[in-house]
């Protein structure tokens, strides 16, 4: 990296990028966005808070083609935001887009993001419960948002980790999965933020009984695995909460 | 945790989970949120300072059934926030409910949140000093908010601890309660953050006797299992107070 | 603390606590109150300064019956707060009572608090210079204000620190006290705060000529006890002035 | 460096400085500056949105001789800033001129720089696209901004690294290198801060396909010269947008 | 320090400071003020910001008898502020009277302090160019800002420099000159903020050609007392600019 020189870029790299895998796989782009109402929006008229509810809402059930966005509470929880938006879809442009749309609405003008994670999962994991078409593959897809909790962090191991040999890095998630599946009614999974984002990984648990995680992840502390945990905050509880509700809850 | 993949969202997770433990216990919900009172609300006028005033203290005496809420003062304490609501509840719901009415009220439009805990208990131990049916219980369970001094830090220990033999641990937590006994004047209680915060404790500590506190704090430093400790701050000093109290102290 | 369990609080604690150690000694709170003006009050007319100057002067003048109050200034020394109040009383009561006289005045308006730090003395050590009764306890009493500077920072040791033998940590405190002889222009005094915030020591100097506090603290970086050093920043000079040549400074 | 003393700057030192160096190769600076545009913005009128919009487009259209400007959004994907403006020049003078022109604009009265890193190539690396002399050279050459991802981020290596023998770094490196080598659709290229700013180097990657990317360095983690990495964040996803678009999404 | 009791300030003391130094020797304190404008103030009228100019120029070029005061530019450089005043003087008093006359100005205002480092010379080091009486004594003393480029930084070293044996330090320091004598046309002057400020040191490196002082630190980073860096974090960029021409940068 750091002694890379401008002659990397020849000819041989101009034209469109080979994959150095087999063949394409359809992997999915994920964004975990927090947002925060500046208070002082709370100091606006009735009438003016109406409108911005409305036109938000509005905006909101917009069908977004090929993404899911989901909403989640954070309100009363974290005290650095407010609500969650968690943005899956196959093209990082979405995202993008969904943002001018809520940059350019009322409550625009007064929503800031403390935290924003973006990740990828290594195949498309997600499915939408809303899409009429999928039936089959829904057995080895995650339906998101199914759940009442939702737990959502960024993850960074020791790079003592990835020196370890291949063979005992797997010993030692057997004994991190075995523990995890004594919990079934936690469903975790896993998404990828090497090079893309500050951590390694963004982590998003989802629960109907806060208390399993929470015994879950205590378990987890005596793992040997634990130790390669380089960083794994901040941790945020999650609600999940149509917005109408996320709104009644802000204003 | 992040060899986590999709297929764990199978059909055998998709009903109601199921805890690993025996019968449920009723384990409660803990808050502590810090607010702090944006000083640009003290140039408003007399009249709008104590319209608001009223409103809030009558919002905050109105009861939250199932919630117990404590309110303290850190001003002239703390440099980052002003008071502090302690609330207990077997919902994360009901937190919700009451930041709700908070952010609808006129000093909601100047409050904001610069620290807030989320922790559960093992057990529900926490109960209501103004139910009327509680007695014979009382004797095993805390009456929270009895004492004047509060004293609140996130608690996160290191890696190593977790990976000592349960007996160790048993030793070096021996050797801390002894000294704790010392000081029977202090009240302590626990509860749990992991994986619902970035702590993986909360501890709170009732004190009639702020140097009582300090002292047993200063000799607990001896104490072998205190090389053990990552992080204990921010560590913040309440006072009790009603709400009227603490409105007083603030504009 | 970790372990801690509800049954602590049974009714063998219910009572006043009882301390631990002998008869009970007169102990001072302290608190270094480090203030900022918000740039923004500026911009306000001649006159409107002109009257938040005369009230909080006068407000600060006024005396406040059992605690020391010094003020100095820190603007164009530290970026981070432009003047300290420091703070002596028997209680932290007296904190929150000048507190809210600042927060209900004019300036209070502008003024926020970016640092703040609590601790206590081991036992009464600051008199009052303008206290017509102090005399004879003078001698063994510290006479806080009598120098143009004080430097004030938390101290934080590492915990190897605390598990070293009391012979040892005494040896290292001789090499350490002896080098601090060597400056007697410069005097120092230390304050307690394990567990009322999140240093341990909040330490202060007091002396005439700021070079010689600059050259003892590079000698002592020398000494074997300066590495058990975890934190000792942020560092303030202070400048000891009126509260009145204070606001001249500000606006 | 810290030893030094003032004697240093003695009449030989006083011409023009001489450089231990060959013949003056021509290296270029550059700039990462990330901008925020304030909510606030977003509250004022649509006409004051549209004159601000074309003012700043207008501004951003003209040429900057000599200077190499490209611009990327991160909206939807940072939390901590709206767009990034890639500058190239011969002397940082160039960024001061533009900045000073961006102030001056109706925009800049809302803009901030979260972040803006500075750093130098080793020799002139890049050349315009647009410049109609470049030929022969441009086969050796960088010419910036012809993919549309772009990933940024400062990196810091340990003082160990540097303590390596030569030949040892430069094994470590062909490690490094040959990984890169296996994603071809990535280009790679590294400028150099030390003594400009807080990192090391700023490193930058240019590709099409943002999974090559994230598989690139998820390999690298397992290469030995990763566990010399110090700091590798903030990491920064952009994407290549015409200034038009990116208001476009902000507003 | 942290053992200290208040019987340190007995009557022994209570006198004029005596040094444990010879005779007394001149010595500078030097002060690196950052000052960043609010962007609010571009949305005043050209009017408002023209007088607010005007009145600041004039401001800071009346002469300060006895403190120089260089004035440099980190727009367009630095993301966190716009221009640096370099002061020094005999007496931090200087200091403080100069930012209270920029804090009754119109631009004071807006402008906030992102950083400020307060240290001090070993003797006197510094003289002015524009003092009419200075001839003999220049070649030995530092005539500062006669380049464009300065950069500064903060500087602490690890604990165990200082246990080091002094033969040994000096060993390691001048391998470290070594280098430096390598690049004469970077001057390079240290001062001390050892119990002043946060930083153990405040180096100040003075060029007119950017790359050399990169090319010098790179170097530097081979050499073995590199290792007993603590931090040299946040560095400075600065360009020596009038303030007029600061200024025309800003608004």
Redo the contacts between chains.
Sequence with gaps: ?????????????AG??????GPQIQ?Q?V?F??YKL??????LSAEEKQRAREEFISLHSQAHPGMICLSY?T??????CDFLLWRISLS??D??A???RI??SRL?????????F?S???RS??IDKVDPFHTAES?????PGKRKFL?VYP?V?T??W??LPLERRQEL?DG??KI?N?????????T???????Q??V?A?E????????????K???T?S??Y?HRD???F?C?QLPMQKIL????
């Excluded at 020189?5 to 041989?12: D, F, L, M, R, Y």
């Excluded at 309100?75 to 650095?80: E, H, Q, V, Y």
């Excluded at 629960?207 to 205590?218: A, G, I, P, S």
Aim: charged share 25%; glycine share 4%.
């Design positions: 990296m750091s002694e890379a020189v401008s002659t990397h870029a020849g000819p041989a790299t469109r990028p080979q994959s150095t895998q992997r782009f964004n966005a927090f500046d208070p002082e929006f709370r100091r509470s309100a009363g929880l974290r005290p650095d990082a442009d995202f993008q969904q943002t001018a940059n350019k625009g003008g007064f929503l800031t993001t403390p935290w924003s973006v990828m999962t290594k994991m997600y057995r080895t897809h995650i339906i737990f993850f191991k790079r003592e990835y020196l998630m991190h999965i995890g004594e919990f079934p009614s936690v469903k975790l999974n896993t990828y933020s090497f090079g893309l984002d500050d390694e990984f982590v648990f629960t109907e009984e806060l208390r399993d995680f929470l015994d879950l992840v205590m987890l502390r005596e040997e634990s130790k945990t905050t901040p941790i509880t609600i009644d809850q802000l204003f």
